[in-house]
């Protein structure tokens, strides 16, 4: 008999839609080798899971490649950020200041 395995999940969402798959994989797979085995890479043409950034429960890991599953785990693919949220904020505080300015 081979390796005992463990099953784990991998999450990924967009604002209209969550995807949640389940997996069985060999004790000793790494967040990183999960998530390129979930197939969700097939769903959302784009995604890269080879370089998306990861989390486990919410939180995020710097070291995918390194990080190995426990049984019962849900890695979550995050998506890369579009626009920088420091810019963001900024660029709302001022479209909200010159809004309070006009009226």
Do not use: C, W
């Not at 081979?2 to 995807?19: C, F, T, W």
């Not at 995604?47 to 019962?72: C, H, M, Q, T, Y």
Request: a neutral charge; glycine letters at 8%.
């Amino acid at each position: 008999m081979g390796e005992p395995m463990i099953a784990v999940e991998v999450a990924y969402a967009l604002a209209d839609r969550q995807v949640l798959v389940r997996l069985e994989v060999p004790h000793g797979t790494t967040a990183r080798q999960a998530a390129e085995q979930s197939g969700l890479a097939a769903e959302f043409p784009g995604l890269d899971l080879a370089n998306s950034p990861l989390g486990i429960f919410g939180k995020s890991v710097a070291k995918p490649e390194e990080r190995v599953l426990e049984a019962g785990e849900r890695v979550e693919v995050y998506r890369a950020l579009i626009a920088d949220p420091k810019e963001v904020r900024k660029q709302r505080a001022a479209k909200a200041a010159k809004a309070r300015a006009g009226e």
